[in-house]
């Protein structure tokens, strides 16, 4: 599902970062560990289309991600990447409805309000559906942003510090919503962090030096 | 959820920031179509109404207010001319002329003005027709324009008494003996004439001659005028104007007795050209031949050698215009600034809210939208803020077109419409989205450039 070759980042102050070749399968689950400056979210960008590297191949599903024009990456992006961010933003001005379908509308699906409804029943946040974003705490934001991208079934999750913000209550809680969700849809789970809570819950891990 | 929606719900969520705006770009929006259309109206009703009147000669003045009072009748009169002055142009063999006809400003009824003239003021300049009843013949017979019936209510066979001056300010109502008697009722024609109370010169003149007597000591009145004036002075001072109940007249003897002793003193079939002593305020003449060297000259040989004064419509109205020219410009200018700085306020507002969103930009990235369709969204964000606004300017002003037109109607004697629409308010719409689109391009293009990856680590 995802693998890459010689990965090499160059940063503007000519600081370059190599990174192992990672191979994960269909519906693995992913712990990337590393200290600060490691270039954990560096790594995860790379792997999510969202920066190009300088060197070496991302493939998600078989799919080159260096080899597409910045629209199709986008697009290829939004139907098969989902992401979560360590603190999550919205579209202000939209209810959590109407973020989960512009990100469906984005990735080029139609609307699917089913769904929707169904994803946030999962993460049991549906009595927030018609709320604005700003409107949640932290817990029911970061859930909010699990349903974002999990609403195109993704086959590829990437997970940038889902939880560094969370106490260890809601922690636990949103690992394991990822981890389920993750399994049910089938999709290839990676999450990069330092939070250590995390280690016990994941078998497979890759840390960066 | 499509891009459009998008636009306007970020636009809404920042309500305050968008009224400010969309009230600057409306203002200035407004006030363009306002000109525009004030411009287009006044300009079609000056050019109705030079109804191919090629000279005005009257009294020694302003040749504008001359021409304003007369023709447009919107300002004073600049004094009377002498039968016997203009007799020559009332012949009807002269070389240059085609036409004269005399005009005598009177009073007024309901703000609406009373001027003697003749048939061919209707027949011949504005080519009119009676819509009912006839055109006034004997004294005191009046023939109403269009607006003045339906403002005032006259109907044929009403009768009323005329104010002096112009101004409507109760005060000045007099009786003047008789009322005027209405005759007819013209049609509808869009000119000065649908505001207009007309009957002939020698009616203009009786109700003057009557007031000037009254003036006088009561007992020169009397002897100059023997009893039948006496009876018409006791009859007005014990006549109570507000009280005149109209289907009264029989009881009331004054009427019937009044009327005939007037035309018994004035058959008013004779020509004016059999009164040289009486005055008129102002002839207006239609050249046989407008391009003959002789009638370009008449106007300056009038002036010159003569105590009248001539002046052409045209080269008046074209004067009044650059004069007026230079206000509208400055009005102009000023909208084009409100304009700009509205479009700059939709800059600033795109510019700040981009800001705030690049964040939101960027997760949208994520989410699959290309570097073009941000591009497109805030672009789109700029042409709503330019429609919104074209439409609420769009809006103040007819509305206040409408609102004005009932002040415009006084102060110009014109009917003007807040309800007509102009082909040039498109090509307003099709500025307004220019301007959306100008104030939208560098905000766009900041979101096109948005680096995702950068984006995501700094915020």
Redesign the interface.
């Known amino acids: 599902m995802l693998r890459t070759r010689q990965l090499e980042y160059t940063y503007p102050g000519n600081k370059t970062i190599t990174f192992p070749d990672i191979k994960c399968e269909k519906g693995s689950q992913w712990l990337l560990l590393g200290q600060s400056g490691t270039g954990k979210?560096t790594l995860l960008?790379l792997l999510?289309g969202?920066?190009k590297p300088q060197k070496g191949k991302v493939y998600v599903a078989d799919q080159e991600l260096n080899n597409l024009s910045?629209?199709a990456l986008?697009?290829f992006?939004?139907?098969n990447i989902g992401?979560v961010?360590q603190?999550s933003?919205?579209?202000?001005?939209?209810t959590v409805r109407?973020n989960l379908?512009?990100?469906q509308?984005?990735?080029?699906h139609s609307?699917d309000p089913g769904r929707i409804k169904n994803l946030l029943d999962r993460l049991n946040i549906d009595d927030k559906i018609n709320d604005r974003t700003n409107r949640l705490s932290q817990g029911e934001q970061q859930r909010v942003a699990i349903a974002?991208a999990l609403v195109n079934s993704p086959g590829l999750i990437l997970a940038d510090e889902p939880t560094s913000a969370l106490d260890d209550e809601n922690c636990k809680e949103v690992i394991d919503l990822l981890e389920t969700q993750a399994r049910e849809e089938g999709a290839t789970l990676v999450i990069v962090t330092h939070d250590s809570r995390l280690k016990a819950f994941f078998d497979h891990k890759i840390i960066l030096q | 959820m499509n891009p459009l929606t998008l636009s306007w719900k970020n636009q809404k969520d920042r309500p305050l920031q968008m009224l400010l705006t969309l009230l600057l770009f409306g203002l200035g929006v407004g006030l363009i179509a306002l000109l525009i259309s004030l411009n287009t109206q006044l300009d079609e009703k000056f050019k109705n109404n030079l109804a191919g009147i090629d000279l005005v000669i009257g009294a020694k003045g302003s040749p504008l207010q001359m021409i304003l009072s007369s023709m447009y009748h919107i300002d004073a009169p600049t004094g009377n001319i002498s039968i016997k002055e203009v007799k020559p142009f009332f012949n009807p063999k002269h070389p240059l002329i085609k036409l004269a006809v005399p005009m005598s400003l009177g009073d007024s009824y309901k703000s609406f003005r009373i001027i003697g003239t003749t048939h061919e003021y209707v027949d011949s300049i504005f080519k009119e027709k009676v819509a009912s009843g006839k055109l006034w013949e004997g004294l005191y017979e009046v023939t109403i324009g269009a607006t003045v019936a339906s403002k005032t209510n006259l109907k044929i066979g009403d009768q009323f008494h005329s104010s002096h001056g112009f101004a409507d300010d109760g005060i000045n109502t007099h009786d003047h003996g008789d009322g005027f008697k209405v005759v007819g009722i013209l049609n509808k024609s869009n000119t000065v004439l649908d505001q207009l109370i007309l009957t002939n010169t020698q009616s203009v003149w009786a109700v003057h001659d009557h007031e000037a007597e009254e003036k006088k000591a009561p007992a020169a009145a009397t002897e100059e005028k023997e009893n039948d004036h006496a009876t018409g002075q006791e009859d007005h001072t014990d006549h109570d104007h507000s009280a005149h109940d109209h289907t009264d007249h029989a009881g009331h003897d004054h009427d019937a007795h009044d009327h005939s002793a007037h035309q018994a003193a004035a058959p008013i079939i004779k020509p004016l050209t059999d009164y040289p002593d009486k005055d008129i305020t102002t002839l207006l003449i239609r050249y046989r031949n407008k391009k003959d060297w002789r009638s370009l000259n008449m106007p300056r040989s009038i002036n010159e050698n003569t105590d009248l004064q001539a002046a052409s419509p045209a080269i008046e109205m074209n004067r009044l215009y650059s004069m007026m020219g230079v206000g509208t410009d400055a009005l102009r200018n000023l909208a084009l600034i409100i304009v700009i700085v509205s479009g700059l306020s939709i800059f600033i507002s795109l510019f700040s809210s981009l800001k705030d969103r690049k964040y939101e930009l960027a997760l949208m990235r994520v989410m699959g939208a290309s570097r073009n369709y941000l591009f497109f969204l805030i672009i789109l964000e700029g042409l709503l803020f330019a429609i919104l606004g074209y439409l609420l300017g769009l809006f103040l002003c007819h509305s206040g077109m409408a609102l004005l037109s009932g002040y415009l109607e006084e102060a110009y004697q014109y009917e003007f419409s807040g309800w007509r629409f102009f082909k040039e308010e498109l090509w307003l719409l099709g500025g307004s989205l220019v301007i959306g689109f100008i104030a939208a391009l560098i905000p766009a293009f900041q979101a096109y450039r948005t680096d995702i990856s950068e984006t995501l680590t700094t915020y």
Do not use: C, M, P, W
């Not at chain 1, 933003?89 to 939209?94: A, P, W």
């Not at chain 1, 509308?105 to 080029?108: D, P, V």
């Open positions: 979210t960008h999510g969202i920066r910045s629209t986008d697009q992006r939004g139907k992401i961010f603190q933003h919205f579209v202000q001005s939209l109407e379908q512009l990100a509308t984005l990735a080029g609307a974002r």
